[in-house]
């Protein structure tokens, strides 16, 4: 069974950090990896047009944020950068790309896609008002 996740909160999706499944914010469940991927794909170039800057491990882990979406902490004093995660998990765990066949055949056979980043203009410091 594939999962695609979406999180959000403090950390980057591949930390995998304890409580890291208390940010998840939406699951889908699919029973191939084609199906899981296409979903993976859309939620990809959706979050591309929505959030400044995006970083993915190659194991479908993708991180994506706009500079100033913090929250605080008041354990550290310091304003934390929120990150949208957007994950494609096998049985609840990252992907291997040794030897996957099924990634090599569907990931590779398509267009890579490259996220257009806004323009450097300056960002209002909105915090929170952008939480999907």
Sequence with gaps: MYQVIVMYGDDEP???LDGWK???????????????FEVYQQK???????????????TFLMAFWNEGETRFC?????????????ML???GSPLSIDGK???????????????K?????????QKNEKLH
């Design 117 to 125: 980043r806004s323009s450097q203009g300056t960002w209002s410091n």
């Design 14 to 16: 591949w930390w995998f």
């Design 74 to 86: 008041e354990e550290c004093d310091d304003d934390l950068q929120q990150y949208k995660g957007l």
């Design 22 to 36: 208390e940010d998840i914010k939406e699951t889908q469940a699919f029973s191939t990896f084609e199906a899981a």
């Design 89 to 91: 998990l096998k049985e």
């Design 44 to 58: 990809k170039s959706q979050f591309c047009k929505e959030f400044q800057t995006n970083r993915e491990k190659e």
């Design 101 to 115: 066949e099924e990634y090599e055949t569907t990931y590779n056979s398509r267009k890579t896609q490259c996220c």
